[in-house]
């Protein structure tokens, strides 16, 4: 199986940024089935909702329309690593992120994710 381990969380005033990261660990067959890595957050009181996706070749990158063009998904697959760069912060944002993997073409944007990470804390201050 896959591994996920988010980092990068913390406090912020609005405005701000943060870069999250998710390293990815396990067997290397198992790594090199992810086909898609991905955010979500869920905010205190509400359901989790997908923040961004990039497929593993870098091609294909897919947002969140409350995220476009403030936030961006990047990875380093020499590290296994997928990044969420986080720009102009609002308390809107405030949320666990959660890293997920996926490892099927099969579903659509934001289903089908089979590994997730434990999460990390985002907080906006105003």
């Known amino acids: 199986q896959v591994q996920l381990v988010e980092s990068g969380g913390g406090s912020v005033q609005a405005g701000g940024s943060l870069r999250l990261s998710c390293a990815a660990s396990?067997?290397?067959?198992?790594?090199?089935?992810?086909?898609?890595m991905g955010w979500f957050r869920q905010a205190p009181g509400k359901e989790r909702e997908g923040v961004a996706v990039?497929?593993?070749?870098?091609?294909?990158?897919y947002y969140a329309d409350s995220v476009k063009g403030r936030f961006t998904i990047s990875q380093d697959n020499a590290k296994n690593t997928v990044y969420l760069q986080m720009n102009s912060l609002k308390p809107e944002d405030i949320a666990m992120y959660y890293c997920?993997?996926?490892?099927?073409?099969?579903?659509?944007?934001?289903?089908?994710?089979?590994?997730w990470g434990q999460g990390t804390q985002v907080t906006v201050s105003s």
């Open positions: 396990g067997y290397t067959y198992s790594v090199n089935s992810v086909k898609y």
């Open positions: 990039i497929s593993r070749g870098g091609h294909i990158t």
């Open positions: 997920a993997a996926r490892t099927t073409f099969v579903g659509d944007n934001w289903q089908n994710f089979r590994y």
